[in-house]
C-alpha cells in the first residue's frame, strides 16, 4: 500500500505540471519524462522502486522552491509592485494553449481478474474541468477479493484536460530595445481602485540609427495625453503629441531614443492607441559650403566625408575635411571652414588659371602693406590680366604691373598714372611681376585681379564679369568669335558685344571685351528683374543720385523682394507707388536691413538712392540688391486658415490693407505664435497664422521660502505632483504635496494652494501689560518672530523697549524685558523741591520775605472793605445778609514754589456777609 500511495503521489504531482500550473525548465522536462516512463513500465523491478521514489522526491523538492507553487501570482522580468503601473501596455503575442489528455496511471502488479475491474472502472470515469490548474481527485477502486490478495490492486487515475492561456503581463513602463516593434495603449484594468494612468515607453535603438514611428490606431478622450519625444541630443525635442497625431502620420526622431508618454484619468477604461516603430539609419545635415569655395560630400552617413574646397586666390581656414561621427545625433567632426584670401605676395609657377586678392584685413590694419607677386607660365604661352575688382585709395594705394620677372622690368601699368584698363592687360612673355603698396590706416583696400593662360597662336579666353558669352570655338584659335550679354542689373558698355579673334602673326581680339555694369537709374520695362546700387559689387560713391522706374502690365503689380540692403546711415534708398517722385511713398530705408518684401498697387514702381555727398566719415559699403516681378493684382491678403481649437475675429469683413485679424483658442488651450495678425501695405500678413496646443501642464507653482520642493515632472505635466517641505526648525502649514490635474473646461489646475512653512518653536507667552499702559493686538501667545508694541497713557512716560519681539528657541523668549510706565510729574516735583531748597538759602530769604507780603498784604485788605460793608448794611436795614451758597468744587493749584501747596485741595465754602 506504500507503494500505491507514492504512486497516487506522483500521479497528483504530474497531473498539476501537466495541466500547465508549474512552469519547467528544459531539465525539469527531460526528468518528468524519465519518471513518467519508469512508473508506467509494464514489470518494475523491486529496485526500480525506490529510483522512482527518489526522483519524485527531487521534482516535488524543486516544486516545493518554486515561487509559483504555492498560487503566487508570477512575477516576469523588468514588472513593478506599483499599482498605477500594473496596467500591461505591451502588446506581444500569446502562447498557444496547454492541452492535457485524459489518460490512466496504472501500477505495475496486476492480477487477470483485477483487469476486468479496471476495464470497468475506466469506462466508467468522467472527466471534470476545475476552475484553475490543480489536479484531478483520483478515484481508487479495488477488487472483491481485496482481503484475500491485497497485492492485486489497480489504482486509477482520471487526469483533467486543462486548457491554459498565458497572458504575459505588458508593462505599462517598459523599456524595447528592438529594432521594430509595435507599442499599445493599456489594456482596462475592469477595476475603479486606480485613479489615473501614468505610462512611459522608451524606445532605444543602436547609435547612428533614429526611430521612425507609423500612427496604426488612435482614439483617446479630451482628457488623456500622447506625447511622443526624441531624447539623446542637446535635450529633449518634442516630436508630435494626440493633438498632433492621426492615422498613418510617420513620425521621425533626430536620435536613437524615443519616449512615448501616456496619461489618462480613466484606468478603468483608457483610450486606444497602436503604433509601429522601427529603426532607420540616421544622416548628419548637409554641411554649409564657404563663401568663395565649395563643398563636395562623399555621403551624409556615419562615416561619410564632406571636402571643402576654394576658389583660386583663397585658401581653407580650418579643416579641410569633415567626417560625420556615428553618435546618438549624428554630426560632423568639426565646423565648417571659410575660405580667406592668400598671404601677401608669392611666387605662382605654371600658372594656368586662377585669381590675385588683397590679404584680407585683420583686426587692426596695419600701415606700410607690401605684397608682391609674380605669376610665371611655361615657355612661349603668355598671360592675361584681368581686373575684376579695384578699389584703391588715391592718395595712399598704390598698384603696378611689370612685364617680366623682377621689379626692374619694363613697367605695363601703374594705378597712380592709368587708368583701370577695362580689357586687362596681355603680358608680352610668359611672366607678370604685380606690386601692391598701401600706406592708407582708414579704408581698407580691395583688389581681386583674374589671370589666365594662353597660347601664343591663339586668343585668350575672354572674361565678362556680371555676363556671360557664346563661342564659335572653345580653344580661341584664329577666326574665333564670342558673343557676349550682361546678366540681369547690368547694363552692357564700353565694348562690343561681338568680337573676333584676328591677326595670325599676332593673334587678339579685333575688339575690347565690354562691361557689364550697374548703372545709376534707368528704365525697366521687363516682366522680370534685378535693380543694383550703382557700381556693384564695388561700393558705390558718394553724391549719388539714382532713379529706377519699373513698368509691368497694366493688370499686373509689381513685387519687390529686397535681397540685400547695406548702406550707410547718411544714404537714403526710397520706394515709391507710382511712375514719379511724387507718388506715395511706400517705404524709406537707412543703414542695413534684412531680407524682405514690398508690393505695389499698381503696374509701376519708383525706386530713388542718394547718397550725401558731404560724408566726412565715408566708408565703404555694400550697396543694395533689389529683385522685382510682376505679380497678379490684388487688393486684399489672403485668407487665413480656421484654427483648430480656437476662432478668429476680424475688424473688416474683406482683408483689405490695415485688417486686423485676431485669434484665440478655447479653454485648456494655448496659442502658439502670433495672436494678431495685420494686413499690410505689401498685402502680406504681418506673422503666420497660429495655432491652439492643448495645455498639458500646470504653471509652476514657486518656491517655497525656508523650505524645498520634490518636482515629479520638471515641465508641471498633468498627473505630475510636487512634494514640499521644511527646513529645521520650520513646519508646514498646509498641504504637503499638490497634483497637476486636468479639466474638461479651462487650464490645468494645481489640487491645492502652495503650503508656507512656518517656525515650529514654542510660542512666547504674553509679558503683561505695564501699569498706567497697555498693548497692540493683546494675545495670550506669539509666534516665533512676532512683535509685541507698549504704550502708555497720557502723563507717563515708557521706560524700556517699545516694541519686543519674540526669538525663537527652545523655549521662545522675548528679545528684552517689558518695560514700564513711570509719571511725567515727577521730573517736575524734582526741580520744584530743588528750587524751595534754594529759597532757604540766606541770601534769598530777603527776597521771600518781599514776596509774601505783596502777596497777603492785598488779601487783608479786601477781607477788613468786606468785613467794613456786612456791618454797615445790618446796622442800616435790620437783617442779616448771611445765606449759604453752594458753589462748585474747586480744584485749586497753588502757585508757590513750596510743596506744601502742589496738592491742590478741593472744598465747598459758605460765605456770609
Given amino acids: 500500500m506504500r507503494y500505491h500511495v507514492s504512486t497516487f503521489a506522483l500521479s497528483l504531482y504530474l497531473g498539476v505540471i501537466r495541466a500547465g500550473a508549474l512552469p519547467l525548465s528544459p531539465d525539469e522536462e527531460a526528468g518528468l519524462d524519465r519518471v513518467d516512463t519508469t512508473v508506467s513500465s509494464e514489470a518494475p523491478s523491486s529496485q526500480a522502486i525506490p529510483s522512482a521514489s527518489a526522483s519524485i522526491s527531487q521534482l516535488l523538492h524543486s516544486a516545493l522552491l518554486r515561487k509559483e507553487y504555492l498560487g503566487q501570482e508570477p512575477v516576469y522580468s523588468g514588472t513593478t509592485t506599483n499599482p498605477t503601473q500594473a496596467v500591461p501596455l505591451l502588446s506581444q503575442s500569446e502562447p498557444s494553449a496547454t492541452v492535457m ?27 471534470t474541468t476545475p476552475p484553475g490548474p490543480s489536479p484531478a481527485t483520483p478515484s481508487i477502486t479495488s477488487s472483491p477479493q481485496e482481503g484475500a490478495r491485497e497485492e492485486e490492486t489497480t489504482t486509477t487515475l482520471i487526469t483533467t484536460t486543462t486548457i491554459t492561456t498565458v497572458h504575459t503581463p505588458v508593462l505599462c513602463n517598459v523599456n524595447l530595445t528592438a529594432p521594430e516593434g509595435f507599442v499599445e495603449s493599456p489594456e482596462s484594468s475592469g477595476s475603479g481602485f486606480y485613479h489615473s494612468l501614468d505610462c512611459t515607453y522608451t524606445i532605444t535603438v543602436y547609435t547612428g540609427y ?155 590694419y596695419s600701415n606700410n602693406l607690401s605684397c608682391h607677386w609674380l605669376v610665371e607660365a611655361s615657355e612661349g604661352q603668355r598671360l592675361h590680366l584681368h581686373f575684376e575688382r579695384v578699389a584703391l585709395d588715391e592718395d595712399s594705394d598704390r598698384l603696378v604691373v611689370r612685364a617680366g620677372n623682377s621689379p626692374l622690368a619694363p613697367l605695363q601699368f601703374d594705378s597712380d598714372l592709368d587708368d583701370i584698363p577695362e580689357r586687362g592687360i596681355v603680358s608680352d612673355g610668359p611672366a607678370l611681376y604685380i606690386e601692391l603698396l598701401s600706406e592708407s590706416s582708414g579704408i581698407p583696400l580691395l583688389l581681386a585681379l583674374r589671370y589666365e593662360v594662353f597660347d601664343a597662336d591663339h586668343c585668350y579666353e575672354p572674361f565678362l564679369a556680371h555676363g556671360n558669352f557664346t563661342t564659335s570655338d572653345l580653344s580661341y584659335s584664329l577666326g574665333s568669335v564670342v558673343e557676349f550679354g550682361c546678366v540681369s542689373g547690368y547694363v552692357m558698355e564700353q565694348g562690343s558685344g561681338v568680337i573676333e579673334c584676328v591677326d595670325p602673326s599676332d593673334p587678339h581680339w579685333n575688339e575690347s571685351e565690354p562691361v557689364c555694369k550697374a548703372l545709376c537709374g534707368g528704365e525697366l520695362s521687363e516682366s522680370s528683374g534685378t535693380v543694383l546700387s550703382p557700381d556693384w559689387p564695388q561700393t558705390y560713391g558718394r553724391g549719388k543720385d539714382c532713379v529706377w522706374g519699373i513698368h509691368v502690365q497694366e493688370d499686373k503689380r509689381v513685387q519687390l523682394d529686397i535681397e540685400i540692403l547695406n548702406i550707410r546711415r547718411s544714404d537714403i ?17 537707412l543703414g542695413s536691413h534684412q531680407r524682405f518684401r514690398l508690393h505695389s498697387s499698381g503696374s509701376e514702381v519708383t525706386v530713388q538712392f542718394q547718397s550725401d555727398p558731404n560724408d566726412p566719415s565715408f566708408s565703404l559699403s555694400q550697396g543694395f540688391i533689389i529683385h522685382y516681378r510682376e505679380v497678379p493684382r490684388n487688393d486684399t491678403c489672403p485668407d487665413l486658415p480656421v484654427v483648430q481649437f480656437g476662432w478668429k475675429t476680424s475688424s473688416h469683413p474683406d482683408l483689405i490693407k490695415g485688417t486686423v485679424v485676431t485669434y484665440q483658442c478655447e479653454p485648456g488651450y494655448d496659442i502658439i505664435g502670433s495672436d494678431i495678425l495685420t494686413c499690410q501695405w505689401d498685402l502680406f500678413w504681418s506673422h503666420s497664422p497660429p495655432t491652439c496646443q492643448k495645455i498639458l501642464s500646470c504653471l509652476n507653482p514657486g518656491e517655497v521660502a525656508h523650505g524645498a520642493r520634490l518636482v515629479s515632472d520638471q515641465r508641471f505635466a498633468v498627473g505630475s505632483q510636487v512634494q514640499f517641505s521644511c527646513a529645521e526648525g520650520y513646519q508646514i502649514e498646509g498641504s504637503p504635496s499638490i497634483t497637476c490635474y486636468s479639466r474638461d473646461t479651462g487650464t490645468p489646475k494645481w489640487s491645492d494652494r502652495v503650503p508656507k512653512c512656518v517656525l515650529k518653536y514654542d510660542p512666547c507667552l504674553n509679558p503683561g501689560v505695564p501699569e498706567n499702559g497697555y498693548q497692540t493686538l493683546y494675545k495670550h501667545r506669539y509666534q516665533a518672530g512676532e512683535s509685541l508694541r507698549f504704550f502708555c497713557y497720557e502723563g507717563f512716560e515708557l521706560i524700556g523697549e517699545v516694541t519686543v519681539t519674540c526669538v525663537p528657541g527652545h523655549p521662545s523668549q522675548w528679545n ?48 477788613l472793605l468786606i468785613g467794613g460793608i456786612y456791618l454797615y448794611y445790618t446796622n442800616l436795614f435790620g437783617f442779616s445778609l448771611s445765606s449759604s451758597h453752594s458753589y462748585s468744587p474747586i480744584t485749586v493749584e497753588s502757585d508757590f514754589n513750596n510743596p506744601l501747596y502742589e496738592a491742590g485741595d478741593t472744598r465747598e465754602y459758605e460765605v456770609s456777609i
Fill in 101 to 127: 489528455s485524459q489518460g490512466v496511471l496504472t501500477t505495475a502488479v496486476m492480477s487477470p481478474a483485477a483487469s476486468v475491474l479496471r476495464g470497468q472502472s475506466q469506462g466508467s470515469s468522467t472527466t
Fill in 573 to 589: 534708398l526710397t520706394v515709391l507707388d507710382g511712375d514719379d517722385l511724387t507718388s506715395h511713398v511706400i517705404g524709406q530705408y
Fill in 210 to 364: 533614429g526611430v521612425e514611428m507609423q500612427v496604426k490606431s488612435l482614439n483617446l478622450s479630451k482628457d488623456e495625453t500622447l506625447s511622443i519625444e526624441s531624447y539623446g541630443g542637446e535635450g529633449p525635442v518634442f516630436l508630435a503629441n494626440e493633438s498632433l497625431l492621426s492615422e498613418g502620420q510617420v513620425i521621425r526622431s533626430l536620435t536613437n531614443r524615443v519616449l512615448i508618454r501616456f496619461q489618462s484619468n480613466q484606468p478603468a477604461n483608457p483610450g486606444v492607441f497602436k503604433l509601429h516603430f522601427q529603426a532607420f539609419l540616421l544622416s548628419c545635415s548637409f554641411p554649409l559650403s564657404p563663401a568663395e569655395g565649395g563643398v563636395s560630400v562623399s555621403d551624409l552617413h556615419p562615416g561619410g566625408s564632406a571636402q571643402f574646397h576654394c576658389d583660386p586666390g583663397y585658401e581653407v581656414r580650418g579643416h579641410e575635411v569633415l567626417t560625420c561621427l556615428n553618435s546618438t545625433r549624428p554630426h560632423w567632426s568639426g565646423v565648417e571652414p571659410s575660405c580667406v584670401s592668400v598671404s601677401c605676395g608669392g611666387v605662382i609657377q605654371n600658372a594656368t588659371l586662377g585669381r590675385i586678392l588683397s590679404p584680407a584685413p585683420a583686426g587692426n
Fill in 816 to 863: 528684552s524685558p517689558p518695560p514700564f510706565c513711570k509719571v511725567v510729574y515727577e521730573e517736575l516735583l524734582d526741580a520744584r523741591k530743588l528750587e524751595v531748597s534754594r529759597t532757604t538759602d540766606p541770601s534769598h530769604q530777603m527776597e521771600g520775605r518781599n514776596i509774601a507780603l505783596a502777596i497777603f498784604l492785598p488779601i487783608i485788605l479786601v477781607i
